[in-house]
């Protein structure tokens, strides 16, 4: 039986049948864990960087829809909008936008002015196209 100061023995338990570790074996298992590391944090970053482009695409459909809102409240509007309303929307023959609460047909498929489109004003102040 091999004493500690033996250098034929292990601190651990040992098999002699298990196979006899090399060198080269540990520097091959090293290499293919690097590799494997380098895929994996390569996947996590790359399914980061589609969010982000996601998020980023969100986040521009966001400002539109908001530029969009402000510029049709800018419309001139000579009532109180009420949420829940559909309201259509005019233009001047000099630009000048408005809403009214008359719809083409009202007018007899004759409006006054060039229709652009009717919106329902939303409890949160956005407008949806009717």
């Not at 001047?92 to 008359?102: A, V, W």
């Amino acid at each position: 039986m091999p004493s500690e100061l033996d250098p034929r023995a292990s601190p651990y338990p040992l098999s002699r049948l298990a196979p006899k570790i090399e060198l080269v074996d540990l520097a091959r298992e090293i290499e293919q864990a690097d590799v494997t590391i380098h895929m994996v944090a390569s996947a996590k970053l790359a399914a980061i960087r589609e969010q982000m482009i996601a998020l980023k695409q969100q986040a521009e459909r966001v400002l539109e829809e908001a530029r969009a809102a402000a510029e049709l409240h800018r419309a001139r509007c000579s009532f109180k909008k009420i949420p829940g309303h559909t309201y259509h929307l005019y233009a001047r023959d000099d630009g000048e936008r408005y809403f009214s609460m008359l719809s083409p047909e009202d007018w007899r498929g004759a409006p006054p002015h060039r229709f652009e489109g009717s919106y329902v004003l939303e409890a949160d102040m956005r407008w949806t196209p009717v």
